[in-house]
């Protein structure tokens, strides 16, 4: 039987639970795009690597008449998702699935692609499949890292292991794709560095709090080592070499 954590247990990495979104977006972007996509009047929206379905959940409110499906393999981001739904009586209007996204898409006359297209290989991969399934006259958010220039060798090496220059385009490149598989580009953006500020800050805020409550703690120096490499990764690693685009598709 697992153990049951206490009070006093140092919290798990990566969970978010000081964010609204799992990745680098304002709540300004966010309400704008979901009020963007809604415009259009989606009779279904199906959200393809939800999370915690955050950005599903505000074209939702959004989209009064919508129905929405969200995707993800993390069983506990889809508690808290179903939890916010909840609140925010929406529960009757979206469903959440545990399983993988490649398992799970179906057509849907707006499709969200949020940072998730892994879940279908590479980028021209995942553009592919999605092109199929978007409705006719439907939209795709589709977001993706890209290079903002080209990274030095150091700069690489104090990123993830196994990273290489070829896993990203740039963002000309990155377009390309997009219109390569078939779709137009009606609108391209790109996060301001505040957006990533605020993503990278608020992954580590909850374990940082706690070191700074248990410092003797048995596990301390365990956690403190993996943040810092965490911190590394960003502020030695990609801050400013990596962008990250939001892509309205149609």
């Not at 220059?165 to 963002?171: G, K, M, P």
Request: glycine share 10%; hydrophobic share 45%.
């Amino acid at each position: 039987m697992a153990s049951v954590p206490t009070m006093s247990d140092p919290p798990p990495l990566g969970t978010g639970v000081r964010l609204d979104f799992n990745g680098p977006l304002s709540a300004a972007r966010a309400d704008r795009l979901a009020l963007s996509l809604a415009g259009r009047g989606p009779a279904t929206v199906l959200d393809l690597g939800c999370g915690w379905g955050e950005l599903l959940l505000r074209v939702l409110t959004a989209a009064a008449d919508a129905t929405g499906v969200g995707v993800d393999s993390h069983a506990p981001d889809l508690v808290r998702a179903r939890a916010n739904a909840a609140a925010r009586g929406l529960s009757d209007r979206v469903t959440f699935i545990d399983g993988p996204a490649a398992d799970h898409a179906t057509g849907a006359d707006l499709i969200l692609n949020i940072g998730a297209y892994q879940a279908f290989g590479d980028i021209s991969a995942a553009l592919s499949v999605l092109r199929g399934l978007v409705n006719p006259g439907g939209r795709l958010l589709f977001a993706a890292e890209f290079w903002e220039q080209p990274p030095p060798p150091e700069r690489l090496a104090r990123m993830w292991p196994g990273i290489t220059a070829a896993d990203c385009d740039d963002l000309p490149g990155l377009v390309d794709r997009v219109v390569a598989a078939g779709f137009r580009p009606l609108r391209i953006e790109t996060v301001t560095r505040g957006e990533w500020e605020e993503f990278e800050s608020g992954l580590a805020a909850d374990a940082e709090e706690w070191l700074l409550a248990n410092p003797d703690h048995e596990a301390a120096a365990e956690l403190r080592s993996k943040l810092d490499n965490q911190r590394a990764i960003w502020l030695r690693g990609h801050r400013d070499l990596m962008g990250f685009a939001y892509l309205t598709l149609g």
